[in-house]
């Protein structure tokens, strides 16, 4: 009685043979392993279930006819039949393939499939997500096994640098069957729903001049700050990911964007959806980011003397002394978030500049002299004090001091808002200046002294 073998090898016993088709056989092992990688796999189990379901009723009408012809039969191989009648009733399994060229990489322990290097060691092995991926947008295969440099890969995948990198190596003729026809597009289904308008989870699918247009930060700076977010009380949700939220948060600092429209951009189902993400990450963000970076918690004093103190900063403000903190808080400018419609707010006429500066810079009606009360210091002779009436605020005054020597103005303070800033003086200041140094001593008077100041004033059209 002739002998059967499995392609692995194995000699097949009567009771345990079974039959994938006319021409292939296999033995218990490698139908085990079969079993065992079909529960491992269930999208694939699916599909091969299906095929055998199918393929096993086709085997039953089949079978039926041949064990009526083998009844008129006077030999009949009863080994034969029952290898034909067990492979029936589970491996049935007949696909069709195709042949197509495919544009492929090189397939190899020792050299690489993105720059065709030779590695002699740190090889790491192309992930299964990232061969489809080149495959789907580049029409590229990479062979499975295939390995590339370790500097290729940032968290186990491809950089964007190295997907652009890749190329075809050679036209090789592959063999598609019928199940990888369909899973592949099954898996272009896939792709297609999981495409976003703007995926910051896949550090693939933006650039970064990407993140900086649109989060202002570059890619290595916004994953610098997402890192503070995981360790945190924000988790993922079914609308948006950590990530996710973070750059709705740094869009809307960054563009001004409407809630509405942040809902468009990142597929969240309406306004209220983006508002709890902002929430969120802001609260995160103060938690775990901010007293870790900002405020006077984080640095110490000699951090600050050795790294944020300039020499220019030391000759103005300590006499070049090198082990002095300085620390200036200047709330001249406050900076906040305008209106789009900023540049059509500060319009004005150019023909009304006249009336707006005589308007704006006549604070007085007074056509004499003004009276200051000058105070000077007994024992700093060069500080006076000159006491000046708000203009605003009837029962307000405001005491101006000025430090002074026959050549310069050395410093000045004043107790209003704005008389301790550190560039430029207030009004206060500067109307006792200019009373004391140089309309004191006129010996004309002018009806309307502040109509001159429109000399001041120039056209910015006119200059450009």
């Given amino acids: 009685m002739p002998h059967y073998y499995c392609p692995c090898g194995s000699r097949f016993e009567r009771i345990s043979s079974a039959r994938l088709s006319n021409e292939t056989k296999v033995c218990d092992a490698c139908r085990s392993a079969y079993y065992k990688w079909k529960r491992q796999n269930p999208d694939f189990g699916d599909l091969l279930s299906r095929i055998e379901e199918e393929e096993l009723a086709e085997a039953d009408d089949n079978g039926d006819m041949n064990q009526n012809n083998l009844m008129d039969s006077d030999i009949i191989d009863v080994a034969k039949v029952a290898i034909t009648s067990d492979t029936n009733s589970t491996f049935g399994i007949t696909q069709e393939t195709i042949t197509l060229p495919m544009n492929c990489t090189t397939s190899s322990h020792k050299t690489c499939c993105i720059c065709s290097a030779n590695m002699e060691r740190n090889s790491r092995t192309v992930s299964a997500e990232d061969r489809d991926l080149i495959f789907l947008k580049k029409n590229i295969l990479i ?7 370790s500097q290729h890969l940032d968290d186990d995948r ?20 019928s199940s990888d026809v369909q899973l592949l597009i099954s898996r272009w289904q896939i792709l297609f729903e999981q495409q976003k308008r703007f995926d910051f989870d896949n550090p693939l699918s933006l650039s970064d001049d990407e993140y900086q247009i649109l989060t202002s930060l570059t890619k290595v700076q916004f994953e610098d700050l997402a890192s503070y977010l995981f360790n945190s009380n924000i988790r993922n949700s079914s609308n948006r990911s950590i990530r996710t939220a973070l750059a709705i948060l740094l869009c809307k600092l960054r563009l001004g964007l409407s809630l509405n429209i942040l809902a468009v951009l990142f597929q969240l189902p309406d306004k209220k959806a983006v508002s709890r993400s902002l929430k969120t990450v802001r609260a995160a963000l103060m938690a775990r980011f901010v007293p870790s970076n900002l405020g006077f918690n984080h640095i110490t004093r000699q951090e600050i003397i050795d790294q944020h103190t300039s020499t ?3 000759r103005l403000m300590c006499d070049a ?16 978030q305008k209106s789009r419609n900023n540049e059509f707010q500060r319009t004005f006429q150019l023909k009304r500049a006249r009336s707006y500066v005589e308007e704006n810079a006549s604070t007085t009606d007074l056509t004499g002299s003004v009276n200051y009360t000058i105070h000077r210091c007994q024992e700093f002779p060069d500080i006076i004090r000159v006491p000046t009436q708000s203009v605003h605020v009837s029962r307000a005054q405001y005491h101006p001091i000025i430090r002074f020597t026959r050549e310069e103005i050395l410093d000045w303070w004043c107790d209003c808002t704005a008389g301790n800033c550190v560039i430029g003086c207030c009004s206060h200041i500067a109307s006792a200046i200019c009373f004391l140094s140089f309309e004191r001593w006129q010996t004309q008077s002018s009806p309307k002294p502040s109509g001159t100041f429109i000399n001041f004033v120039a056209n910015a059209a006119a200059q450009q």
Avoid: H, W
């Avoid at 062979?143 to 440099?149: D, H, I, K, S």
């Fill in 143 to 149: 062979p499975e096994g295939a390995r590339c440099c």
């Fill in 158 to 177: 491809l950089t964007k640098n190295a997907v652009d990198k890749v190329g075809p190596f050679s036209i090789q003729s592959k063999r598609f069957s």
């Fill in 312 to 314: 220019m900063a030391r």
């Fill in 321 to 336: 002394e090198s082990n002095t903190a300085i620390v200036v808080i200047d709330g001249t400018y406050l900076y906040i």
